[in-house]
Nanobody
Framework: QVQLVESGGGLVQAGGSLRISCAAS????????MGWFRQAPGKEREFVAG????????RYADSVKGRFTISRDNTQNTVFLQMNSLKPEDTAVYYC???????????????WGQGTQVTVSS
């Protein structure tokens, strides 16, 4: 069973940057696509970004395209989400996910982390 542990969330002002990380353990990290979802208060969870098992291909939600960058380090079993030009509407709990289905659309997770809170103040 894979374990996904997010870190790096916090409070940041609008226009600022934050990088969140997800450490994976339990099985072969480099064999799976990874991604990030988020859930804002009163809203459904939504896809944010995904990255292929090799790290070559990525995909983003339109709302974060050009501001967020997903990356991975297969030697460290870690996936990152660099978030720039943050807006108050980016406030949410961010969840790291793993998928055996690749970068399909819709991105289809098999495993979820516990989430990390990101709060953007105006």
């Amino acid at each position: 069973q894979v374990q996904l542990v997010e870190s790096g969330g916090g409070l940041v002002q609008a226009g600022g940057s934050l990088r969140i990380s997800c450490a994976a353990s339990g099985r072969t990290f480099s064999s799976y696509a990874m991604g990030w979802f988020r859930q804002a208060p009163g809203k459904e969870r939504e896809f944010v970004a995904g990255i292929s098992y090799s790290g070559v291909n990525t995909r983003y939600a339109d709302s974060v395209k050009g501001r967020f960058t997903i990356s991975r380090d297969n030697t460290q079993n870690t996936v990152f989400l660099q978030m720039n030009s943050l807006k108050p509407e980016d406030t949410a709990v961010y969840y790291c996910v793993e998928s055996s289905h690749g970068l399909v659309q819709p991105f289809t997770p098999d495993q979820w982390g516990q989430g990390t809170q990101v709060t953007v103040s105006s």
